[in-house]
């Protein structure tokens, strides 16, 4: 999906270290997770970061090897990280060996590098956030017909990554479309603009003063068609669930 390429590749910057993938196939298998939840039941596009501990790749080969690690920890936290092995009487195992790395080193950064580590995934998250979808109006095209018949066409920019209706929620019926109605005129006819230099439109059969948009794509516009009946001034208006409701004031004339 574009939007979760343009999020996620630009969160490799924001992250070092840190690889876009997907989880099935890059991690693990994972039944129920909330990633999946959020995107097969809601429709909404969800990433994953964790906190990890990328700095530890000394030689900048995108591998935390065994060896990055222990140098790692010998140059950088003085061996805090490692405890050295020793004799050690079990009570029920007997003489064995204890040591190792420490349960709080690994993936998690060291203390002094969590609060960057920290601040970047904030950072990750609101950009994120940032691509939500956004909605407005470009100019508008009026075009008279006849007496009173006018060809309205009015373009819907999103200019945000994430389309105002995901591809899964269509697919699913997960929420109603975008809805796009006209007031202070007869609507004869809606559609969708497909092809603006053809003159290619998908018009709605039924129900064009109430016209269902399947979204409006990430970064994308969309340009809707109306055939009107009236004059004066008239109001456009798309209401989206996901990226809320603009309007705008035309007059036919």
């Not at 979760?4 to 992250?15: T, V």
């Not at 580590?117 to 006849?146: D, G, I, K, M, Y």
């Not at 039924?206 to 990430?218: A, D, E, H, S, W």
Request: glycine share 8%; hydrophobic share 40%.
């Amino acid at each position: 999906m574009r939007a979760c390429d343009l999020i996620a590749k630009e969160g490799e910057k924001l992250l070092p270290g840190y690889k876009y993938g997907m989880i099935w196939k890059d991690l693990y298998t994972a039944w129920g997770g909330s990633v999946d939840h959020f995107y097969s039941v809601h429709g909404a596009i969800a990433l994953t970061n964790e906190l990890n501990g990328p700095q530890q790749d000394f030689d900048k080969d995108g591998k935390v090897t065994p060896e990055a690690i222990i140098k790692f920890n010998d140059l950088l936290t003085h061996g805090r990280m490692f405890v050295p092995w020793k004799p050690y009487p079990h009570p029920q195992y007997g003489d064995i060996e204890i040591g190792g790395y420490r349960h709080d080193t690994g993936r998690p950064p060291e203390g002094f590098l969590l609060e960057e580590e920290c601040h970047r995934n904030a950072v990750f998250v609101l950009f994120h956030a940032h691509h939500l979808p956004r909605l407005s109006f470009q100019e508008p095209t009026v075009t008279r017909v006849q007496d009173h018949l006018w060809r309205v066409l009015v373009p819907v920019l999103n200019d945000r990554a994430i389309p105002s209706m995901t591809d899964v929620a269509r697919q699913l019926k997960l929420h109603r479309p975008d809805i796009a109605t006209v007031e202070g005129a007869k609507v004869l006819a809606g559609g969708l603009v497909r092809d603006p230099w053809l003159n290619r439109i998908d018009y709605q059969q039924y129900r064009p003063q109430r016209l269902m948009v399947f979204g409006v794509p990430g970064l994308s516009t969309q340009t809707l068609f109306f055939l009107l009946e009236g004059r004066g001034e008239i109001t456009v208006a798309y209401d989206s669930l996901k990226a809320g409701k603009i309007s705008r004031k035309l007059r036919l004339e």
